[in-house]
Structure formats: structure tokens, C-alpha cells
């Protein structure tokens, strides 16, 4: 008996120690290469070898003074924050859609809103590009804002949603119940139940929009995006100033997704529990 | 002459195929305490949540203060709900849930600040003003919803099971609040509930329903009496319930053949009851009495007496609740103060499987017809005369 007992819980140690291995193996592989290039990012060798040079700032006064990467990064900046808003207002639109109301073929409503993210990317910015172009409209700064949303609104979708899930039905009744008009409730009482979840939703589809590649590259035309100009300095040769800009991407969409994470945690005002 | 404040005519609310409210009648005075009690799904909820525009009925005509209010938004009411859940808005302070029905009127922030302040004094919570609601205990934010629902001042308080989350030291006390606070308000109350010591003990009047229908109108000791369906006897509990025909009638007297042998039953109020008439007979437990085998007759002249055995015995503080055995194997409910049982037993002590006669008087037997349809009871309404002599 004492020994099954022993024999079990040395069993769960060995589990244990194998998953933190394994845990620690995929932070290995995802976090090197990233490290790597922050790290090749102030080394004064032009070529990514051990030893290291000297520490430099060399790399980012060149990318500073490229203004095809300014260009970019003005775009990119436009077609995040621009994304995040449209995305995270129709995401709340389907969430709240999918919280408040009944209705036949609502499961078919909820696969088709968070279709988009499971449709591969090559696809889906191929079937962009001939869409827009058969309108007539590729290339222009807006045609990456309506691809990203499309892309992005699932994601806005699913935080809210999570959130709505979270909120008491009878709170919303008790607001009309006390004289508050559909407007009034939504804007006094849904959304600043749901505002933590929102501000999750503009931070995570930003950083989405921001980070986003495929769909940019097809549909960007000459409003090049900074993954896109990206691509093209890699095309060019091997130069350190793409750890530069890697590092500049990097910190900024880490930056948003820590802050939606934070959000999305606290979820600042907790219900009170009913016994 | 004017029309009670609320009138539900004809209503019938229907979700997909099932009904859930069937063909309501019913009416409600300016400055009653009404409660609606049943079992879970009877349909009081959506009765409530009728009158407060939450949803729309199906069939029929809800007026309040002789006007229809079927199509009006709930917001346009000022028919406040006390939520099962409470509902309190949970991102905003104690003060801030009780400005809510005032802010949404457009009244001025400084006005509405003091009208709310002067409710949570009355409700005795003014120290938690400023504290978000999660921190209060759950007989605290009782009060919280109490606030924010008067606050505006209505003439109807709507509430549904609003004590069924507290231990129930604090329902009594809160029991006592609600009613005091409705007499001195002087507003009407519709109080939704299923537990029938909430309903007795602050109602002037309970309406009792089932699947939909309302099995009986009246006041609590009308129900509790007189029962006006197998079902409110079975409902409202402590009621032995006999199933019968009647045999003869004799003096005023109605002979019925039960299970358990005849039953003698005075007659008063059925007069339109005849012989082969199958009838119900509720029997309130604590109307019967139990005596030992060999006290004298004299002790006992009830009409009706049966021997028994005793099956078991449970003390609830001074009530003693017995369960007796008749010769064919009906159980009976015996409920007694413990010192009027020792009276009646001249202090021998009770033992399980001893015999016993049972008895009761004539007059305590309430007979029900059987599959008798509701009755409408209005206090006031001359219309609709009270179905059952009181008394």
C-alpha cells in the first residue's frame, strides 16, 4: 500500500519534471531566434557571428535615416490603429448579437464571424487581392485597413464574447427596468462591463494588424507596410538593420499584447458572487 | 367607479409551444401586499415579469391604472424589480446603483445624490455609500436593491424570490423590513416567491399557482383553511388529504366513504354537494388530536375516531410533528404543541408502534369537490363574491 502510494507520487514528480522540460523547450525555440536578433541588433559586426563586436546604436541611426522605412511605419501605424477600432466595433456588434439574442441558424452565424483566422493567410490574400482588384480599389491604404479588419474582428469577437459570458443577463433587463432606454443600458451598463475586454480587443488586434505579413504583401501595392519593407531589405542583402526594425516590431506588439493580457486578467470589476 | 390599480384580463403568455401563463384573471388593489407563489415553472415569474414590460403577453389586456400597459417599454413603467440575482450593476458604488433609476430620469447629479443618500439612510446602509457592491454582505445589498428600486418613487414594487439567497435568520429579518416598509409607503407589492412562510407571513393576500393557472385566490388563512383545489391542500403542506364519495347526507351532516372508513363532515358551504359526489377531505394537522386506548369516551366526543398506530415522532422546538398509522395502512400528520399533547395523553409517554385513537371534530374537516376548477377571490370587488364562508 505505502509503496503503491510512493511509487505514485515519484510517478507525478517524473510527469511533472517532463512537462516543465517541455515547457521550457518551446519558450526555447520561440524566444531564441528573437533574442538572437535583439542581440545582433547592437553588434557592430556587419555579419551575425560569435565573437560579437562592439555595441552599437549604428543600425538604428540607419534605419532612423531611411525614409522608405518612416514611409512604413507611417502606414503601419495608420493601418493598426484604424484596423483595431473597425475590428473591435463589429467583433463587440457580433458578441453582442450572439449574447443578447435567440435566433434560428445563430450557430451558423457564430462559425461564419470566426471564420477568417481559419482560412490560410496565402488564401485569403490571394482571394483579397483579386476581389479588390476586380473592384478596382487594390493598393490603397484602406483596402489593408478592410483586409485586416476582416482578419481581426474574430479575434475582438471572442474577447468580448468571453466577457459578455461573463455578465449577469438580468443586468441588462434591470437597466431598462429602471428607465433606461436600449441605448442608455448599452452605453451605462454593457459597455463598461465589458470595457476591460474591449480595450484587450483594440490592443490584440492592433498587434495582429501590425505584425500581419501575407495579406499585406498582396494587397499593399505601394503603401508597403513594415513587415512588407521588411521582406524587401531581406531581398536586397543581409543587413543588420533588419534586427533593428525586427526589435522595433518586436517590443511593439509585445508591448500590446502584454497590456490586452493585462486587461483580459484583471477584468477590473469583479461580479459580485450570489450565494 | 374606479378599477383596482393593476387588472390582468384574458392573459395568456406563450413561449414556442408551451404556455406559461394560461388565461389570467385576476386583480390587484392600490396598496396591497400580493404574493404569487407555486412551484418552480408555474408561471409567477412570467406573471411578474409581465407587469414589469420584460416580456409581452400573447393573448389578453394588463392595465395599470386603467390604462393597457401591453405594448409600453419597460422603461417607460416605473414598475421597479427586485431581482432573484439582485442585479445590482457591479462596476458601480453602493450610492451610484441607487442613483441609477434617477440618473436615467435626466434629474440633476446634486438632486439625485441627496434622494439617493436619503434612501440609504431609511434602508440603514448610508455608511456603505461610497463602497463598490462586492464588498457588502448579501443582507447589505438586499438593501442596496431595496433602495435602487423606491428611489424613484413607484407606485408598484415588483419582487421576485428577493430573499431566497439569505440564511434564513436573515429572511426573517428581512421579512419584517419589507412589510413595515410597504405599510409605511403605502405602495403596492407584488411578491413572487415559493416558499409559503415568506407568502403567509407578510401577505394580505396570496394567489396560488400551477402550471400556468391560478388555483386559488385568498387571503393566507383562506388558503391555508380552505383550500379550493387538491392542489393548494397539497401546496400549502401539514393537510391530510382523504379521497372520497359522499354515501348519504344527514342533519346538515355529509357521510363520506374514504380510505380510511367513513368520515363525518358538516356540510356548511357546499350546498350543492349530493350523495355519490366525489370529494376531497383535508384535514389540517394540527386539528387533529391523539388520545391512549384506555382514556374515557367522555375525554373525546369528535364524530370522527380512528384507531391507530404511532409511526414516528420529530420535535421541532415546542411543535411535535407525529406520523400515525391507520388499521388499513393510511399515514396521518398530527402536528401539536407539546404541552397540549401531554394533556391530551394525561402525560404517558409515547412509544413507537403503540396504539392510539385519532380523532377530529366534524367541523374541522374541509371538503374540496373533486377536480373543482379555480376561484376568483377579490377583497373588494363586489363583482366577485368570496367563494368560501370564512370562519
Excluded at chain 1, 503503491?4 to 521550457?24: E, F, K, P, S, T
Excluded at chain 1, 475582438?156 to 433606461?180: C, F, H, K, T, Y
Excluded at chain 2, 400551477?210 to 397539497?234: C, D, H, M, N
Aim: glycine share 6%.
Amino acid at each position: 500500500m505505502n509503496l503503491i502510494m510512493h511509487l505514485r507520487i515519484n510517478a507525478d514528480r517524473v510527469i511533472r519534471l517532463l512537462l516543465l522540460g517541455y515547457l521550457a523547450l518551446v519558450f526555447f525555440f520561440i524566444f531564441t531566434p528573437i533574442v538572437t536578433s535583439i542581440i545582433f541588433s547592437f553588434n557592430s559586426e556587419r555579419f551575425p557571428t560569435i565573437p560579437l563586436g562592439s555595441f552599437t546604436w549604428k543600425w538604428y541611426q540607419t534605419i532612423y535615416a531611411d525614409a522608405d522605412v518612416w514611409e512604413a511605419a507611417k502606414t503601419s501605424i495608420v493601418v493598426a490603429i484604424s484596423t483595431s477600432i473597425l475590428a473591435t466595433l463589429i467583433g463587440f456588434c457580433t458578441a453582442y448579437t450572439d449574447f443578447r439574442y435567440q435566433f434560428r441558424g445563430k450557430n451558423s452565424y457564430l462559425v461564419l464571424a470566426l471564420l477568417p483566422p481559419t482560412i490560410p493567410l496565402i488564401i485569403l490574400a490571394l482571394a483579397m487581392l483579386a476581389w479588390f482588384s476586380r473592384l478596382g480599389i487594390s493598393g490603397k491604404i484602406w483596402t489593408i485597413v478592410i483586409a485586416h479588419t476582416v482578419l481581426c474582428a474574430p479575434f475582438a469577437m471572442a474577447v468580448i464574447r468571453l466577457r459578455l459570458q461573463q455578465m449577469d443577463p438580468d443586468l441588462e433587463s434591470a437597466a431598462w427596468n429602471l428607465g433606461a432606454s436600449e441605448w442608455a443600458a448599452m452605453r451605462n451598463i454593457v459597455v463598461p462591463f465589458t470595457k476591460s475586454a474591449i480595450i484587450s480587443a483594440l490592443c490584440l488586434t492592433m498587434a495582429v494588424s501590425f505584425d500581419e505579413f501575407a495579406v499585406a504583401w498582396f494587397v499593399s501595392g505601394l503603401n508597403k507596410t513594415i513587415p512588407v519593407i521588411i521582406l524587401e531589405i531581406l531581398q536586397g542583402n543581409i543587413d543588420p538593420q533588419i534586427n533593428a526594425i525586427g526589435t522595433f516590431v518586436f517590443v511593439t506588439s509585445i508591448t500590446l499584447v502584454i497590456i490586452a493580457q493585462l486587461f483580459f486578467i484583471l477584468r477590473s470589476p469583479k461580479q459580485p458572487t450570489h450565494v | 367607479m374606479s378599477e383596482p390599480q393593476i387588472v390582468f384580463e384574458n392573459v395568456i403568455k406563450r413561449f414556442g409551444d408551451t404556455v406559461a401563463v394560461d388565461k389570467m384573471n385576476f386583480s390587484i388593489e392600490q396598496g396591497e401586499f400580493l404574493t404569487i407563489m407555486g412551484s418552480s415553472g408555474c408561471g409567477k415569474t412570467t406573471t411578474l415579469r409581465m407587469l414589469a414590460g420584460l416580456e409581452t403577453p400573447s393573448e389578453g389586456e394588463i392595465r395599470l391604472a386603467g390604462k393597457r400597459i401591453n405594448e409600453i417599454k419597460p422603461s417607460d413603467r416605473n414598475t421597479p424589480l427586485v431581482w432573484q440575482s439582485l442585479a445590482l450593476f457591479p462596476f458601480l458604488n453602493v450610492v451610484e446603483n441607487v442613483e441609477f433609476g434617477l440618473k436615467m430620469r435626466s434629474i440633476q447629479s446634486h438632486d439625485r445624490k441627496q434622494r439617493a443618500m436619503k434612501w440609504l439612510e431609511r434602508m440603514e446602509i448610508s455608511e456603505f455609500a461610497n463602497r463598490p457592491v462586492a464588498q457588502l454582505s448579501g443582507g447589505q445589498r438586499q438593501r442596496v436593491a431595496l433602495a435602487r428600486a423606491l428611489v424613484t418613487e413607484p407606485p408598484v414594487l415588483l419582487l421576485d424570490e428577493p430573499l431566497s439567497a439569505l440564511d434564513a435568520n436573515l429572511v426573517v429579518r428581512m421579512q419584517g423590513v419589507l412589510s413595515r416598509l410597504q405599510k409605511e409607503l403605502g405602495i403596492t407589492f407584488v411578491y413572487v416567491t415559493h416558499s409559503q412562510s415568506e407568502a403567509f407571513a407578510m401577505a394580505d393576500r396570496v394567489v396560488i399557482m400551477s402550471q400556468g393557472l391560478i388555483e386559488q385566490i385568498g387571503t393566507p388563512k383562506q388558503v391555508f383553511r380552505e383550500p379550493a383545489t387538491r392542489f393548494v391542500a397539497e401546496f400549502v403542506g401539514s393537510n391530510n388529504i382523504l379521497t372520497g364519495i359522499i354515501s348519504k347526507i344527514e342533519n346538515r351532516k355529509l357521510h363520506v366513504d374514504t380510505e380510511i372508513g367513513l368520515v363525518i363532515a358538516d356540510q356548511s358551504g357546499h350546498d350543492d354537494l349530493a350523495t355519490g359526489n366525489p370529494v376531497d377531505i383535508v384535514i389540517s394537522a394540527d386539528r387533529l388530536n391523539l388520545y391512549s386506548l384506555d382514556s374515557p369516551d367522555e375525554a373525546d366526543s369528535s364524530s370522527n375516531k380512528y384507531r391507530c398506530k404511532l409511526v414516528s415522532e420529530e420535535f421541532i422546538g415546542a411543535i411535535v410533528t407525529l406520523l400515525v398509522e391507520t388499521e388499513n395502512g393510511t399515514e396521518l400528520k398530527i402536528q401539536k404543541q407539546q404541552k397540549d399533547l401531554d394533556k391530551d395523553l394525561s402525560n404517558v409517554n409515547l412509544e413507537t408502534g403503540q396504539q392510539l385513537w385519532v380523532s377530529w371534530p366534524g367541523e374541522s374537516v374541509y371538503i374540496v369537490p373533486a377536480k373543482q376548477s379555480a376561484k376568483f377571490v377579490s377583497p373588494n370587488s363586489p363583482t366577485c363574491p368570496p367563494t368560501f364562508s370564512t370562519g
